[in-house]
């Protein structure tokens, strides 16, 4: 119903636009007061954007089941049972190490498509939309659909003869076919990942919060890179996430993290589609159970691992101008603590440097372990050789 929609209004706006255009003429038009230039501009530009509209799907996912297909996927992928589950933009795949064999699915914008292949063979290209990779297929290449620069070749002549003498001559086009994608039926649901509901999405931005104020606890203590505190925070959440779903977790406290809340409230929401994916955490915990605690110990740290690696590309912290944010805050306290650090023994010339080295390792190492934390080992060694030099000093 509304692509027959777009098909009404485009043809009307293009009849308007030959008509008004025919009227106008291009001689008359040069010469034709500025609020009638910028009335025509302005009229070309809809008839642009509706003929956009009319040819080219949307750029997200426009119907509901496309977005009940791309939740389901994901519950898949964290799952390990896509491969791949990809976005392209533009003709080129947002996470370029991004598996291209199947099974998976690929959320492709307007102006991409898909070069799919079946044991060696082209078989079809895909796009744009949602497109699905079967187990035997895979992504030989990314289609870019805007206008190309070079110029298209034309048509191929071919002269053919006959055994009876006749002679034929042919021409040959190449046609390409982007083919409407039909998922498997085993797609469909709802996962609360991809689009969760609003008292899920309150709860995430309070555990974000949550996280920004507790930083300076739950990272390590030296300064990292923004990209590395990106990464080590989203993989924190998703060992948090782990343990609480999986009940690895520590006891809790009375007053609960806000991480942990919101793993609480995803753990409730993901029974439905662990069932029909055929995950039964309870025979899980059960087979646990029964592994000797150093093999389980090994395990889980793998499966967490895996669960926290894929959380932490889709957890969309990648883009966060909060961690950016804190990224350069933390840079500027560290410049701060190092300039302090040198007025002191600008101002103090008397007192030793490694009396003040030794006592900001005390310090540091008392702030880390009330997080839980250790000093890396090349401070403990410099620990150590600095109380060795205090005592045979003294």
Not at 77 to 96: I, N, S, T
Not at 187 to 207: H, K, N
Not at 263 to 289: C, F, K, P, Q, T
Not at 307 to 332: C, K, N, P, Q, T
Request: net charge positive; proline share 6%; glycine share 6%.
């Amino acid at each position: 119903m509304r692509s027959a929609r777009r098909w009404r209004v485009g043809s009307w706006l293009g009849l308007i636009a030959v008509w008004a255009l025919g009227l106008l003429g291009w001689g008359w038009l040069l010469k034709a007061p500025a609020l009638i230039i910028g009335f025509w501009l302005a009229l070309m530009a809809l008839y642009g954007f509706l003929l956009f509209q009319l040819f080219l799907p949307l750029l997200a996912p426009a119907t509901e089941r496309e977005r009940h297909d791309l939740r389901r996927a994901f519950t898949r992928f964290l799952f390990g049972e896509l491969r791949a589950l990809g976005a392209v933009d533009a003709g080129q795949p947002r996470h370029p190490s991004e598996p291209r064999d199947g099974p998976g699915l690929w959320l492709l914008d307007a102006r991409s498509a898909l070069a799919i292949e079946r044991e060696g063979r082209l078989t079809r290209i895909a796009g744009p939309g949602l497109v699905w990779v079967t187990d035997r297929e895979q992504v030989t290449a990314f289609v870019d659909l805007r206008p190309q620069r070079f110029p298209r070749g034309n048509s191929s002549p071919l002269q053919v003869r006959t055994q009876d003498g006749i002679s034929l001559g042919l021409e040959l086009r190449t046609a390409v076919a982007f083919l409407p994608q039909n998922l498997p039926e085993d797609l469909f649901g709802r996962s609360p990942y991809f689009c969760p509901e609003r008292p899920l999405r309150r709860a995430i931005a309070r555990a974000l919060r949550a996280a920004r104020v507790e930083e300076d606890r739950t990272l390590p203590w030296f300064e990292l890179p923004h990209e590395i505190a990106r990464r080590e925070l989203s993989i924190r959440i998703g060992n948090l996430l782990f343990d609480q779903l999986f009940l690895f977790a520590q006891p809790e406290t009375e007053e609960r993290s806000p991480l942990a809340r919101l793993a609480e409230e995803i753990r409730a929401a993901l029974n439905r589609d662990l069932g029909a994916l055929g995950v039964r955490v309870d025979r899980l915990r059960v087979a646990l159970s029964e592994v000797p605690e150093e093999a389980r110990r090994q395990r889980v740290e793998v499966w967490r691992s895996h669960w926290a690696a894929r959380l932490a590309r889709w957890i969309g912290l990648a883009e966060s101008e909060m961690l950016m944010e804190y990224a350069r805050a933390r840079h500027a306290s560290q410049m701060e603590l190092l300039q302090a650090i040198n007025e002191v023994l600008t101002d103090y010339p008397e007192v030793p440097p490694d009396a003040i080295l030794l006592h900001f390792l005390e310090t540091l190492d008392a702030t880390v372990r009330q997080s839980g934390l250790a000093l890396p080992e090349e401070l403990k060694r410099l620990w150590d050789y600095l109380r060795g030099r205090e005592s045979g000093s003294s």
